[in-house]
């Protein structure tokens, strides 16, 4: 997926996906968590999570032996408008779908992706090379 567009974000992968540079982002498209999926007690607005970011990445992460280049992003703590970023750096879940048709879905369910590692995002490759 090496893309010569200017990333959207830089990842530093912190535990289980430690690398020597940042992860460059592109952010894909919005998705939401259907909690009900896991939670069915759970009514009203809490039942859907809008906070969800797909976006590509290169490097892409290894996952036994596959190449991932598409994940979804979800904010530790506090929800986020992906839209205007307004501080630095954002704190986030790396989620590896395991749908084949990610892209063309609007809502996921808990069952349908697994937490890769955790990260944080910078606007500039400095910022992130210096977190790592």
């Known amino acids: ?63 036994r032996g596959r190449e991932i280049y598409k994940v979804l992003l979800a904010a530790k703590g506090e929800p986020i408008s992906w839209s205007s970023i307004e501080r630095w750096p954002v704190f986030v879940y790396i989620l590896n779908p395991q749908v084949e048709d990610i892209e063309s879905r609007d809502l996921i369910g808990d069952d349908e992706f697994v937490v890769l590692d955790w990260a944080a995002l910078f606007p500039n490759i400095e910022e992130a090379s210096e977190f790592l």
């Open 1 to 63: 997926m090496t893309s010569y567009k200017q990333a959207d974000f830089y990842l530093a992968a912190t535990d289980a996906h430690r690398l020597n540079a940042p992860i460059k982002g592109w952010r894909i498209k919005r998705i939401r968590r259907d909690v009900r999926r896991s939670n069915p007690s759970t009514t009203g607005s809490a039942a859907i999570r809008d906070d969800y970011l797909l976006i590509g990445v290169d490097p892409p992460f290894e996952v």
